[in-house]
């Protein structure tokens, strides 16, 4: 069955390392918070919308939004607790949705790990990232996918930020491949952003295993296959990877229609499992209608889909 995917953030420390300063409102998502940012009033709309929509799949930013058994230290205040996070996956299956956890392991994205997104590739480090990994499947009770993130690992996505870390050569293939190990021996399938390959393309079509998930991402309107972050699709698609393309509503409200339209004529039906929505907001009520229109464009993809079919 093919999947249609949103993706909604528990945890927002994934956009910066910086505390807000004084003057910025609270609401402004781009700095780290002490505190969880959600609302489980539009969490719960939002479930009701997605199935009204014909989403089937729930990608859930956990980051530091979780009180983990085995690294309670990383939890913000308000965190969930694994009871309340098991209440909401089984509320999530009920009503038809397959939960995905998403933990992104980026350079660039990883605020939510407290301390430990500054001993990067040490020994302590991948002992706590084997742990996350492994609890999170345990929670998730064994999930079809776990989102492993891995993308903007560059310095010019983190230009803004206080600490700046990336890896290169064979360290990122050696830490993404940790984690992708660690998803597949809890028995699951690993599932990475694809931009790595915009600027490494021979590399990462030599390098990366066809049993990790590809998202390409692309946000705009121009679907040029000449243009370094649509060819990606049309790449690894030549080369066999499984996809499910990623869009936004973030920049171009339009986009995920347009996207779904590009791919479908391009991807064969084996190897495009579906399409993954990614709002980009916070889960809070000042997000609200960006998270409707977001859902809204999915259906309005599924519908145009459906009648090209007949």
Same mark, same amino acid.
């Given at each position: 069955m093919m999947i249609w995917a949103n993706l909604l953030q528990l945890s927002t420390n994934m956009w910066g390392d910086r505390k807000r300063p004084k003057g910025v409102?609270?609401?402004?998502?781009?700095?780290?918070?002490?505190?969880l940012q959600f609302d489980d009033d539009l969490w719960d709309e939002l479930l009701g919308r997605m199935v009204e929509a014909g989403v089937n799949m729930v990608v859930i930013d956990l980051g530091d939004g979780v009180k983990y058994a085995s690294h309670p230290e990383i939890a913000v205040k308000g965190a969930w607790t694994r009871a309340k996070l098991g209440r909401e996956l089984r509320k999530l299956r009920k009503l038809g949705l397959e939960p995905i956890p998403k933990l992104n392991f980026s350079a660039c994205h990883d605020a939510w790990l407290g301390r430990y997104s500054r001993m990067v590739s040490t020994t302590a480090y991948y002992e706590v990232c084997k742990n996350l990994i492994a609890e999170v499947i345990e929670l998730f009770d064994r999930p079809r996918f776990f989102h492993l993130g891995m993308d903007e690992e560059t310095f010019g996505h983190q230009r803004r930020l206080e600490?700046? &870390?990336?890896?290169?050569?064979? /360290?990122? =293939?050696?830490?993404?491949?940790?984690?992708?190990?660690?998803?597949? +021996?809890?028995?699951?399938?690993?599932?990475?952003?694809?931009?790595?390959? =915009?600027? !490494? %393309?021979?590399?990462? &079509?030599?390098?990366?295993?066809?049993?990790? /998930?590809?998202?390409?991402?692309?946000?705009? /309107?121009?679907?040029?296959?000449?243009?370094?972050?649509?060819?990606?699709? &049309?790449?690894?698609?030549? !080369? %066999?990877?499984?996809?499910?393309?990623?869009?936004?509503?973030?920049?171009?409200?339009?986009?995920?229609? +347009?996207?779904?339209? #590009?791919?479908? +004529?391009?991807?064969?039906?084996?190897?495009?499992?579906? #399409?993954?929505?990614?709002?980009?907001?916070?889960?809070?009520?000042?997000? +609200?209608?960006?998270h409707l229109e977001a859902i809204d464009k999915v259906a309005r993809a599924r519908a145009r889909m459906a009648q090209r079919a007949r």
């Open positions: 409102p609270e609401s402004e998502g781009s700095y780290f918070h002490d505190t600490y700046v &870390l990336v890896r290169q050569h064979d /360290l990122w =293939w050696h830490d993404m491949l940790f984690y992708c190990n660690q998803v597949e +021996r809890g028995g699951v399938r690993p599932w990475v952003w694809s931009d790595y390959i =915009w600027d !490494h %393309g021979d590399e990462f &079509l030599g390098r990366m295993p066809k049993s990790v /998930l590809q998202s390409n991402w692309y946000y705009d /309107l121009s679907f040029n296959p000449k243009v370094k972050y649509v060819k990606p699709y &049309l790449d690894l698609e030549a !080369h %066999g990877y499984d996809q499910i393309p990623t869009g936004s509503n973030w920049a171009a409200a339009d986009n995920f229609e +347009r996207l779904v339209s #590009f791919c479908t +004529r391009r991807i064969a039906p084996q190897r495009l499992l579906g #399409f993954l929505q990614t709002p980009w907001k916070p889960t809070t009520k000042q997000h +609200r209608q960006v």
